[in-house]
Structure formats: C-alpha cells, structure tokens
C-alpha cells in the first residue's frame, strides 16, 4: 500500500496564511459590504513600472516569431544572470555567471534548498521566522516533535526586544542557519558586524548559511549589507536567495535567483561542492523560470528599470514611514519598516497576537498577521506590511488608532 | 559540519541531456560552420499562435494598471482551472476545481510529487522512462544501489518489442506506479485495456498510480483514452500530471497542472487524502504559475488557441510521418510516433545507442537522444522528436539515408 510521508503530520494544523484568510473570510460573510484594509500577506498593490511592461510586451513578442521563438531556458538567461554579477560587483562582490541560478522565486529556492543537505544536519532557524524554513525541514524529517518550545530538533535563535530582534549565534553547534535580512517578519536588519559574526560561526563550525535577502533592495542606508557576500568569508559558507518580487512588483510574475558560490563546501557527498548539489538538483527537477519573464528581469535590472523599481520602493516606504509613526501615536512600539517593507508591532498591553488580530479585524477592520504564527518569539507581536495602497494604509492606521481610542 | 544529501552519489555520474549538449558542443568546436540538425531534447521550434500572444499581451497589460493588477496567485487561476474541469468534462471525467494543481510545468510536477510519499515505498518504473522518474526517488532515497541491472529498490517494468512497449503490471507488489502514455521515450500509446489493468492492480493492491499525460493532445485516435482517468476506478487510486508545454509550445513559458482527486487515499498520514498532502506541499513550498503565463494558459483553452493550437500539432505530427517513413526506407525499425510526438528507432545491427548517436552526429549532423539514457531496456534504441523545424526534419531524414547509405 502507498504511503504518505509521515512528517507532514509533524506540521501544524493550519498553515498561517490560509487561517488568516478564513477568518478574514468570516468576518466579510458576517459583514457584507464593509471593506477590508489588508496590511497581512505582504503582497504587492501597484503596478509594474513601463519600462518592465515594455520589456515584458517585447518577450511576448519575440514568442510570436520562429526567429525568435525560445524554448527551454533552464540554466537561466545569460542576460538576465550578467545583470546579476554587475549588480553584485557594484557592492564589491565578484561572482561567476553560474554561481547564479535563475528561479521561480524565493520562497520556493528557500523551500527546496533543503533537499540536497542529509536528514541528519541540525538546523537553527531565527525565532520569529518565515514559516517556510520551519515547515519545509519539518516535511523533510528534521524537525522532530512539535512541542510549546518549538520542534525538538530546531535550534532556535531568540529575536526580542533585548537584542534589537538580530539573535546572536547559535549556542549549540548546528549545521545549516537559515537567516533573514531585512527581516521578515520583524523588519529588523543585520549590520555588517552581527553577520560577521555568523560567517565566523560558519567557517568555524563548516556549518552552512542559508540567507534570505529577498528584500534587499529596500535598504537605503550605505552602511548596512545587501548581501551577505560583503562580508569576507561569506563565498566560503553561505548561500544566497533573493527575488524580484518586492524589488519589481513580481509577486505573481514569479522570478528569483539563488547564489551558490562554488568556493561553498560541505561533507557527505563525492562532489564536495554545494554548488554541484544545487546545479543537479535544479537540472532534474526544474525546467527554468518563464522565458517571458526573465525578459521582464531584464528590464527590471535596465537603467530605466531600476530608476521606476526605486519610486515604487519608495512609495511603499513612505507607506511604512506612515505606519511607523500613526502607530507610535497611540503608544504602541514599533520596530523595523526602516531599510525594510515590515513593521514589527508589539501588541498593546499583554494582549496575545491572534487576539490583537481578532480585535483589529473586528473594530478596525485591518487584517494584519499575528507574530505567533511566526514562532513562539513572535508571541504578543503582530506584522504589518507596507505593501498596501497609499490611501488604504492611511486609512487602515486612523482605523487602529479610532479603534484603540486615541 | 554541514552534510550533503548522500543519495546524490547514487544518482548516474551524467545528466542524459547535458552529455548530449557536451558531445555536440565537441563536434561543433570540432567541425565549426556545420550545422547540427536537433531532434533530440524534445524542446518544440514554432512560434505561439496569434490568440495566445493576444491573451500573453493583455495579461501584461493588465499588470500595468492599478485596478488589474495582480500579485499572488498561488492557488491557480479560477478561469484556467474551470477551462480544465470542462476539458475533462468533455472526455466524460468529472473533477471538482479543487482537484486540479495549476504548476509551472509537468518537469516540476513529476519531480516534486515524490515528496509527499513516504521514503519507505516500492516504487515501480517503465524501462526506459523519462529520467526525472528515477532520478527524483534516487535522490529522495528510494532507490537504493545502481547495480548494470538498475537501482536495487526499484521494480522495473520492461518495455519491449516483445510486448509493444506497453509493460504488463509489475509481478511483485508495489507502492507507486510511473507511467507515461503517450509515451516519452518510446512514443507508444496504451490502450484503455492496458491502463484498465494498471488501474485493477492499484486498488487491489493500495499503490498509486502517477500518470503523465504531458502528451495527450497528440493523441488523435478516438479510442485511445487521453486521460487515465477514462479508465473506472482510476479516480481511487491515480494521480495525473500534464503539461501545455507540447500543446501549445509553452517548454519555455512553463505551464502544466496535475490532478489529484479527492478520493485517493494512501496510509501514514492522518490526513489519508493524497490530495490534502499535495494541496500542503504546494501552499509551502510553492508559490503559482506566473499570473502572465497563467492568463497565456486560458487563451490555449478558448476557441480560436484551441484551433490554433492543434494547427501546431497537426504540424509536428507531420514531421513525426516524415521521419517514420524516411528512416523504414533504410530499412530501420520505427516505433512510436502516430498519435505521439516521438519516435522509437531500433539502431541498425547490434549497435548500442550511444554508439548510433556518434554515428548519426558525426556522419549526418543529427542530434537524437541515445535509448540506453532512458534505462537499461533502452539499449539499442534511439529518440528522435517531431518537434523540429518541417525542413530541418527533412534535411534530417534525408542525412541519415545518406549516412545509412541507402
């Protein structure tokens, strides 16, 4: 008899997104006709800059004409890849054209990179953490059992107030470090010195980092990293996911790239090489990003591209900036949504985060994500986006702050 | 210390298609200027037709306005699923709109559904069959050692002149059943008496069936069941993933779906629902087909891209006659290729496959795909596909005559 992997039990019941979406779902059954202001999901409102639809129509274009009708492009497009290693070299980092692996996204790079590590490595994660992280290990048989602590076998990385929400390394030797920053959820971001010191953790413990820098075009500050590759020693041990889909707007366009530099090693395998893994993994199982779309990346990364991508970066900013300080107006603390699109909201009083969800859907009619559903730190913490329409962010901070009484 | 996965060294040291793109790059340093007529990788060569570049530009059109953006589409188009449902409705299949996984390719699909098995199940394979079937549970670790009569765990199902390539059930009891009809490689087409009696075995025994029908629209024989699902019982016990790769020319615009119907169950897991599993792989680990792409799938689906469309096929499954009736002229075996897009040529003599391929490389300029990449029953055999250029193919034919001296 067929059997079903048996760690999808090890899950919790309800993926967060789908549960926020069900009771939002209610609430509008209950409600018809009252408009609901999300600031949950992180999904992105507005629309791709011209220079990107341009570039988008001329890929859909060329698919018309046997002279230049394209198929397969698995390995990525060599374009697409250069304007990456140009990116990379702006901020000092010199990376070969296949260390860079052109994908659907980062959320699925960040739940498929597990698969070419063993069962038996000790994974630490940061605590709030993206769930993908967490579950996928979980499907995967690393996690162990599920208890109030979190799952057995997980190392987790404490982010609260006493350490500004940047953890520092792992107590305990691990083997695969999965970071995030700009943070999601607390929209926190590493500076040089604290990813320092996880470099040095790695090389020195030959663990491998995994670093999600998915939002990393959303820092503004000169000093802070947008790649972990500025710190030296990073080529040795970490591997880098990134994504247009805040960057562009790309969220249901789906492009992203994952850096494997070839200089990362790690036991277990004849290859050695983590890049080796990768490349084989992607070769069996992935048929590429659409070509359509990696012309759209293209033009993101053009001059023009980039000079449209920075004004909507900018307006969701502004959004955030906007949401900083309404919310610091009723009294409430605030953290990130500076050189990050995520506000990290400490719920008022000793208010548990699905309760200050409930409260703010029902009097507010904002639907937020509660910072529980990220791990048990997240506990008390609840996440906004600054994805949202201008007006609809305005809008959504009055609603809290008429429903919080100030 | 950080570990590899270990079952990639189980994985052959060669990916079959990269060694036929390093053969041919060496002969084409070699002999610069010659061109190499490719019929190999099965990648299609014509430009989309006019209603699907429409419905692609007005997908990116919609992404440059406020009010028609999209972000997000995990869960699929609701137009595309229902165009789907009412495609199976047509064959007398009924499936619910849940039922039906929009992904971005068939490639993806047969890779990941492994996943949400347990590493603990037998599972049986087609000799030869598309390597992304084997090679996913050899990494996942179902495979055990790859001994000259294949990998040690698994049930091969012999493919042969003997038995028309069309296998018998495997004579021990299995898990999980591969099958491929129309077939790659062999081009071969089970009939609904042959699939009835897979679909017989599977609920008598429990194991489930993973059927792909990427290429079922090249099926043009009323009789042939273009879905396994034609086939009584198969809603208890199939899974079935598919593909507008070959149907509509999207190998590089990435688009396909699998169904999982809510009635086939498998032990392990409380959920029981094979379903409620893929549902929850997917939700973590993916994050939907392009929106653009998407829309691109609903045009295939209308009238006029459906018209279109089969102009296409009609179009390579003349190069699949042309190549049927040329190589019988040298007096080749030629199998496959009527209601399917690839042929299956028995190499002249005792030649092995690979030997075939240099000789038709090095003495006619063609690149075909060597049988023995396909599994051990694949010696001796050769791919050639129909989704050439109609005067490549010709030129190609007529190459391989002069190379067979006839």
Known sequence: MAKLNPHFDDLPAS?????????????????????????????????????????LHAAVDKLSRKETYTGYMDEGSVALREALVKRYAERGVSLDIDEIFISDGAKPDSANIQSIFSVHNTVA????AYPVYVDTNVMAGRAGKLTKKGYSRFVYMPCTEE??????????????????????????????????????YANRNKAVIIFDAAYSTYITDPDLPRTIYEVPGAEKCAIEISSFSKEAGFTGVRLGWTVVPKTVRAEGSKAGKVNALWNRRQATMFNGASNIVQEGGVAVLSEPGQKECREIIAYYMNNASVIKKGLEKTGLKVYGGVNAPFLWVK????????????????????????????GPCGEGYFRLSAFGDAGDTQRAVASIQASLKI
Not at 188 to 193: E, L
Request: proline share 11%; aromatic share 10%.
């Open 125 to 128: 994660v940061q605590d709030p």
């Open 163 to 200: 350490n500004g929400f940047i953890p520092d390394i792992p107590k305990k030797k691990v083997d695969l470090i999965y970071i995030c920053s700009p943070n999601n959820p607390t929209g926190m971001v590493a500076t040089h010195a604290q990813l320092k010191r996880f470099v040095d």
């Open 347 to 374: 719920a008022p009083g000793k208010m548990k985060s699905w309760d200050f969800f409930d409260k703010l859907l029902n009097e507010a009619h904002v639907v937020g994500t509660p910072g529980s559903g990220f």
């Open 15 to 55: 993926y967060l997104f789908r549960e926020i979406k069900r009771r939002a779902g209610l609430f509008q059954e209950k409600n018809p006709g009252v408009p609901l202001l999300r600031l949950g999901i992180g999904d992105t409102t507005q629309p791709l800059p011209p220079a990107v639809i341009a570039g």
